[in-house]
């Protein structure tokens, strides 16, 4: 009971400024047996367990929910998992926006301080809407753990570049010269000349095609071409500049989301709708599924694992089982978890604990 909070924000401060006791107070009964709930000695308020999770008053089991969101990720559109699962496609709608939203928030709160010795960059084009109106997703691979660290849906212009760059330096540990590879669109250059400028190390790998054949393969060293050389000597998985991990991870990508499929009736709507799903098979990729070229012996480990973000693979449940409570003061907004080390912060006579 130690990681549990009071989830009422409005509660006065206790008398040690703590964030009140935690008791056991008794079961509730659900169609699948009885459940336990808490109450706050300092305010009174009872609560179960799921309060402040995606799991709070979902009328059904927490298994079902991680099940939709499991066969989400591996590619089912969200009718086949209704006619799976037995369940209406508006609930699976409403899943599946509760579960994205969670991961977008914990995505943000893990990925930090990432090591990120070789990077690729590329973008994949989808549509939304109809047919007539295409769309980018930008994406960043960390080659040597295999993370996914940042993605932007957008056009294919200089404002996105910017912002998929900007995200991921932001992520980023700079205690060491990155060596970045991407392909040849234009705005690249000058994106990675203003957010690194020359602490990196960039190469483009230029493909001509021909009758959808690549018939040339043009490799060029843009910033730091004298100590190209030396990056790829200690790289440990690329001898010449290439973009094949990014490529894979595309695939990856889209054989994950139904949005992403070739030639689908089942392309997102909106924007809003396809980066909510990214968010998901972003989590999903990095924290969840094993990565099989990531495999030592008899353990194959997740790209979170590998980034030293986490000491072992987590599951949905575990995700999705961490609370999270907010306070909004003006435009500064406090995201307290309670997994994290026990905190206190007192805000105009608020007391809030993660």
Not at 13 to 22: C, E, F, L, V, Y
Not at 317 to 346: D, G, K, M, T
């Amino acid at each position: 009971m130690k990681s549990l909070s009071c989830p009422n924000t409005h509660r006065p401060p206790s008398k040690n400024g703590g964030t009140g006791a935690i008791i056991r107070h008794g079961f509730y009964q659900t169609r699948w047996g009885r459940r336990r709930r808490y109450q706050c000695q300092t305010c009174g308020k009872t609560f179960c367990s799921t309060v402040g999770t995606p799991y709070h008053r979902l009328h059904h089991r927490r298994a079902k929910f991680d099940e939709v969101a499991t066969l989400s990720v591996e590619g089912l559109n969200k009718s086949a998992i209704a006619r799976v699962k037995g369940i209406g496609w508006n609930t699976v709608h409403r899943w599946l926006e509760r579960a994205a939203a969670w991961c977008r928030r914990f995505n943000n709160r893990r990925i930090k301080g990432l090591s990120s010795p070789e990077l690729q960059a590329d973008e994949i084009r989808t549509i939304i809407g109809n047919k007539k109106q295409g769309i980018w997703v930008f994406v960043v691979i960390e080659v040597w753990s295999r993370f996914w660290p940042s993605t932007v849906v957008g056009k294919r212009c200089y404002q996105n570049t910017l912002s998929v760059f900007r995200n991921l330096s932001s992520r980023m540990n700079l205690e060491q010269i990155p060596l970045i590879i991407t392909d040849g669109f234009k705005f690249y250059e000058r994106v990675i000349g203003r957010v690194f400028g020359l602490a990196c190390v960039y190469g483009q790998v230029i493909k001509t095609r021909r009758n959808d054949r690549v018939v040339r393969v043009e490799r060029r060293a843009v910033i730091g071409a004298g100590r190209l050389g030396q990056a790829l000597r200690n790289s440990e998985d690329s001898a010449k500049l290439n973009t094949s991990f990014v490529e894979r991870l595309n695939l990856t990508i889209r054989q994950g989301s139904a949005y992403l499929g070739r030639r689908t009736i089942c392309q997102a709507r909106c924007k809003g709708r396809l980066e909510d799903h990214l968010e998901l098979l972003r989590c999903y990729y990095n924290f969840v599924r094993p990565h099989r070229a990531l495999k030592f012996g008899r353990e194959v480990r997740t790209p979170a694992q590998q980034a030293g973000l986490t000491e072992r693979s987590l599951t949905l449940r575990e995700i999705f089982s961490s609370r999270l409570y907010f306070e909004v003061s003006r435009s500064v907004i406090f995201a307290l978890f309670n997994s994290a080390r026990p905190v206190s912060v007192h805000l105009r006579g608020v007391s809030l604990a993660a």
